[in-house]
T-cell receptor, first 114, second 113 residues
Framework: GAGVSQSPSNKVTEKGKDVELRCDPI?????LYWYRQSLGQGLEFLIY????????KSGLPSDRFSAERTGGSVSTLTIQRTQQEDSAVYLC????????????FGQGTRLTVV | GNSVTQMEGPVTLSEEAFLTINCTYT??????LFWYVQYPGEGLQLLLK?????DKGSNKGFEATYRKETTSFHLEKGSVQVSDSAVYFC????????????FGGGTRVLVKP
């Protein structure tokens, strides 16, 4: 079956513009994660959705970042008034139940703010 | 909160050498532990996992044992190949933190022929 799909794969935007990044998780997976990976760096947790529970937003770096997950499926990460330091690869992952179940990652969206 | 610490890279080895990547964690309760791998140009994928103390995860010749007494989950491979060149991430997930998946900083491994 299809894996985790992210779009766009690459996005170049001007500083100050808003961007939306999309994630289509594997069908039936209740857990969905967003991470950020800067060049040569590790994975920075952003937000975690689990079923109908309130999302864990503890990793969002500022109020310019927000995310939603509609109908327990597709998720959109929105960055408002982008800054150069937002340039990174944004990774989405889904897992059947979270916890000890395997997380499947998408290929990521490479965001470049110029 | 939960955290994962792993040795910094890069680690450079010759083919057939022994590889160890240290990973220690801090967590409340009994988390599940994972190693994920990111090969050049590819997405992250699960390498192995262990869900309770003393469990050993293994895959592709790699092994890691869940050591609760030392809060560690070190990754080992007895004889590496050039194709093992990648970035390796240790991670944990625990019910006490809402089952969020927390990663270490990653260790880049380069295997030379």
């Amino acid at each position: 079956g299809a894996g985790v799909s992210q779009s766009p794969s690459n996005k170049v935007t001007e500083k100050g513009k808003d961007v939306e990044l999309r994630c289509d998780p594997i069908s039936g997976h209740t857990a969905l994660y967003w991470y950020r990976q800067s060049l040569g760096q590790g994975l920075e947790f952003l937000i975690y959705f689990q079923g109908n529970s309130a999302p864990d937003k503890s990793g969002l770096p500022s109020d310019r970042f927000s995310a939603e997950r509609t109908g327990g499926s597709v998720s959109t990460l929105t960055i408002q008034r982008t800054q150069q330091e937002d340039s990174a690869v944004y990774l989405c992952a889904s897992s059947p139940l979270g916890g000890s179940t395997e997380a499947f990652f998408g290929q990521g969206t490479r965001l470049t703010v110029v | 909160g939960n955290s994962v610490t792993q040795m910094e890279g890069p680690v450079t080895l010759s083919e057939e050498a022994f590889l160890t990547i240290n990973c220690t964690y801090t967590a409340t309760g009994y988390p599940s532990l994972f190693w994920y791998v990111q090969y050049p140009g590819e997405g992250l994928q699960l390498l192995l996992k262990a869900t309770k103390a003393d469990d050993k995860g293994s895959n592709k010749g790699f092994e890691a044992t869940y050591r609760k007494e030392t809060t560690s989950f070190h990754l080992e491979k007895g004889s590496v190949q050039v194709s093992d060149s990648a970035v390796y991430f240790c991670a944990l997930s625990g019910a006490a933190a809402g089952n969020k998946l927390t990663f270490g900083g990653g260790t880049r491994v380069l295997v030379k022929p």
